[in-house]
């Protein structure tokens, strides 16, 4: 297994929109493996493949207390079962230090393949729901800062440039 590089907002590989996976293949299981363990060597709750590069529609998550919940959905599909919209706090791995309460639909369906490529559907609330939200966004080439203020996102951009800067 290995430990994959998360890319950091606002680098524009970000805003790339994931192509549907066509099989599921023995390359697809590394890639989930490898998405899963640097998930939780971040740590982190949720990961798409957007963020380390690879624009193929996946994502990981474990919302687990333990960690050892790993979900996996690959070309997934949601539907929204419950119109009401709850605020969270949302995080996210390439935009490090910045948390912001956001709202969404807080009961959806999904429809995905699992990592050996049979379909599966699942209703999910809470942070789950909110968590796969997060992630399809990624594979559509949106950010949780896309959902705030054009002054909080660019003070965040502002702020992760610079940091980014001083590292490199
Ligand atoms: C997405 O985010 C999410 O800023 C997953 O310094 C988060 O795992 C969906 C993390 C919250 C719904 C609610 C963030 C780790 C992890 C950071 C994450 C950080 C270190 C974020
Ligand atoms: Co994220």
Redesign the pocket.
Known sequence: MALLEILAFPDPRLRTRAAPVKDVTKATRTLIDNMLET?YA??????AATQVNVHQRLLVMDVSEAHDAPQVFINPRFEVLDPELGA??????S?????ESITRPQKISVSALDRNGSPFSVNLDG?EA??LQ??VDHLNGKLFVDYLSPLKRQRIRKKLEKEQRTRA
Do not use: R, S, T
């Open positions: 998930m971040a740590p982190g709750i949720g990961l969270y706090d949302e995080g996210c791995l935009v490090p230090g910045f948390y942070l909110i968590c997060h992630e």
